[in-house]
């Protein structure tokens, strides 16, 4: 039975989309912005309206809910993160709806040079005749994660709605900061309770993820000495030369991200702050295996170390932090929740799609703190940027996908 879902689907993202919930690396709170709250307050009160259950935003800023089991089964979660992406503006996103995509050029009215074109994304070019939603040209939508928050709402609102249809247990859970890699604490695992979970934050309609990178961020300080330029022969030492030195000895016609594809790893920098007297630059690591990763993280030493020999009246301190592992070293000793997804996909004529992600979500860390949690496609498309958009059809596919699986799983259960 097909159900449709394109209106509700819609309406969600588009108002979620509108609220500003982008979070900061830079802060020590939790969740690391307050305009979070926004997104969390808003998801408690529809949670209530709906008629979930236990609905809760707990003190690491984390909303849970319960969708009560209809049958026996294991209790499956459903996920996705409320904050959207610090690298692009995402401040007064304006979403609008493109009703029955013609396959031609889309321009955007805040910023007309702005073009997506379905020459350049074969992927769009499939999607005419879908209603398409793209922010206006300034910003980025934030779809990624809100349309996976608009899946698991609708979902939710679905299964409540129709206490008929056979499901185990649904705990819900819409985590902030996932975008910082600060989504999941050690204590979500024990407060969600479930067998294993699905983050709704993946892209092809079809999309099933259980194999993701493995991720540090490394962050390199340089001390200079500092002293006024017009006395400073043989005395002045500038770190900001020291922070050339070593932006221009690490790779850079390899092992970054504008030069790796498929299962190829990288060293990407994000960001250089500082002066003369003191510089900090902060990198992201990247690998789909821990050696590999390893590795990287040795390479960056070496060069602050080589540098640092050039100047020993310099301090250069490299330091690095485990961010969350590939998700395949958990999943591969039980594929139950990866089987169930893919025979959900199938059993909607879609064709399941199993390429390792080069990037991560909620669910690397679930998986390792012991919730194997795959992510499953929302249809998102150029995340991170001004050219964003997401097919409702696509939207409502992963939702069809997710009700399909949990009647699957009662079944089994």
Same mark, same amino acid.
């Given at each position: ?238 770190? &900001?030369?020291? /922070?050339? #030195?070593?932006?221009?000895?690490? =790779?850079?016609? +390899?092992?970054?991200?504008?030069? *790796? !594809? %498929? ?77 169930? &997804?893919?025979? /959900?996909? #199938?059993?909607?004529?879609?064709? =399941?799609?199993? +390429?390792?992600?080069?990037?991560? *979500? !909620? %669910? ?50």
């Amino acid at each position: 039975m097909t159900r449709n879902f394109d209106q509700e689907l819609e309406d969600r993202l588009v108002r979620y989309a509108a609220i500003d919930s982008q979070s900061d690396e830079t802060s020590a709170a939790t969740p690391s912005t307050e305009i979070q709250f926004d997104m969390l307050n808003l998801l408690v009160a529809e949670l209530q309206e709906i008629g979930a259950e236990d609905v809760t935003l707990t003190d690491y800023g984390v909303v849970l809910a319960t969708v009560p089991a209809t049958a026996p089964g294991p209790a499956i979660g459903f996920l996705a993160h409320v904050d959207t992406a610090p690298q692009f503006n995402a401040s007064g996103v304006r979403p609008r709806v493109i009703k029955g995509y013609d396959g031609s050029e889309i321009t955007f009215p805040d910023n007309p040079a702005l073009v997506l074109s379905p020459e350049k994304s074969p992927y769009l070019a499939s999607k005419q005749g879908d209603d398409l939603i793209t922010a206006s040209g300034l910003t980025l939508l934030g779809a990624d994660d809100k349309a996976g928050v608009a899946i698991v709402m609708t979902l939710a609102r679905h299964l409540l709605a129709n206490p008929e249809i056979k499901h185990p247990q649904i705990r819900l859970a819409f985590t902030p900061d996932e975008e910082i890699g600060r989504g999941v604490g050690e204590q979500l695992p024990k407060d969600l309770g479930v067998a294993f979970a699905y983050t709704l934050d993946g892209g092809d309609a079809g999309e099933i993820v259980y194999e993701s990178f493995s991720a540090d961020r490394a962050v390199v300080r340089i001390k200079g000495v500092s002293i006024h330029p017009g006395w400073a022969k043989e005395k002045l030492v500038n770190a &900001a030369h020291l /922070a050339a #030195r070593i932006v221009q000895t690490l =790779p850079q016609a +390899t092992m970054t991200p504008e030069t *790796t !594809d %498929g299962r190829e790893g990288f060293i990407h920098i994000t960001d250089m702050n500082g002066g003369s007297s003191e510089m900090e630059i902060k990198l992201i690591l990247r690998d789909f295996e821990r050696d590999g990763l390893a590795a990287k993280g040795d390479l960056l030493r070496k060069v602050c170390d080589a540098v640092q020999a050039t100047e020993p009246r310099a301090e250069i301190t490299c330091e690095i932090y485990p961010q969350y592992r590939n998700m395949r070293y958990w999943l591969e000793n039980d594929m139950t929740p990866v089987e169930l &997804a893919l025979a /959900a996909c #199938r059993a909607h004529g879609i064709p =399941p799609i199993t +390429t390792p992600i080069r990037g991560g *979500t !909620d %669910g690397s860390r679930l998986t390792e703190l012991g919730v194997p949690t795959p992510n499953i496609f929302t249809g998102m498309q150029n995340v991170h940027g001004p050219l964003e958009w997401i097919s409702v059809q696509d939207m409502a596919k992963a939702t069809e996908v997710c009700l399909t699986l949990v009647q699957m799983a009662a079944a089994e259960g």
